[in-house]
């Protein structure tokens, strides 16, 4: 093993697939460091899912290289089936078994031996909080606890490498919350957690980030650093009675990108907010708004998602009409 592979749990090389004429991921390259939580974001249909069956071994790239946990992913995918965990948004459980017959079977999957069954068995039931459950057929379990089981499932075998493709889809924020701990938990003991996600506030929680669209990794850092350094245009928060009229208003203003409804305010996308902070207090004056307190912001992570996909498609548009 080279130290490149000791350092990182998973490189990748200008990773393509292709179906077809479609390009579903296209030359994708980055590393992801062991022990870190690295989060996959993009709207539905941009490459999250499709990168991660690539990197479980379960679909062959149609181009490029790389590695998970130290193993070839064009070479090596049955070594990498058997160094990782792998939990998709549907849970992968077996409905008409009980907790205790789940935890069996994917026990005989792992090929788990015989003197560590009965202990890993007890490890996933605590650690799902699934004691009075064991004898529960899966499919009357809550979300939240057919979550937990999952992933107790998916980690069994103690893989170095852990996949979540949206976890927790479909639960409650209490749920998603506690499933979140652990997370943590896991990652404290230095597994890599490789997970995507569509909630801001989970992508929050990453220790880095990899926007996807279009098959294409269109920004990579930490929340922090996508925030402060990835938009162009800058946030004013507007806090003000009728915020859905006001929306309007602004947006007729020279150097308004565009503003959304955000809480019980807006956020407004301008290109430059001291220019954009007078002229909106004038105009909302002058509209019978008395209230309103526009202040410059750090914008949030959806403010990024949304800012850096609209670029994009501006980028895409320019060049579409430079080919005609």
Known sequence: MTENDQTYAVTLRDLEKRFGDFVAV?????????????GFLGPNGAGKSTTIRMLCGILTPSGGSGTVAGFDIIRETEEIKKNIGYMSQRFSLYEDLTVEEN???????YKIPGEKKKARKEWVIAMAGLAEHCNSP????????????????????????IFLDEPT?????????????????MSGEGVTVFVTT?????????????????????????????????MAEEIVEVMCERPQE???????????????LF??????????????????????????????????IVPSLEDVFVSLIEARDRQDAGQQEFTK
């Open 169 to 185: 889809s479909g639960v409650d924020p209490i749920s998603r919350r506690s499933f979140w701990d652990l997370i943590y938990h």
């Open 26 to 38: 296209n030359r994708v390259s980055l590393d992801v460091k062991r022990g870190e939580i690295f």
């Open 103 to 109: 935890i069996d079977f994917f026990s005989g999957i």
């Open 246 to 260: 006001a929306m309007g208003l602004l947006e007729e203003l020279p150097g308004v990108r565009h503003a959304a």
């Open 263 to 296: 809480g019980r305010g807006l956020h407004v996308v301008v290109e430059r907010a001291t220019d954009a902070i007078p002229a909106i207090t004038g105009k909302l004056t002058d509209s019978g708004f008395h209230s309103a307190q526009p202040e410059k």
């Open 198 to 230: 569509h909630y801001m506030d989970e992508a929050e929680y990453c220790d880095r980030l990899g926007l996807i669209y279009r098959g294409e990794l269109i920004a990579l850092g930490s929340p922090e650093e996508l925030k402060t350094g990835q």
């Open 138 to 161: 899966t499919a009357t379990l809550s979300g939240g606890w057919k979550q937990r089981l999952a992933l107790g499932c998916a980690i069994l075998h103690e893989p170095p490498i």
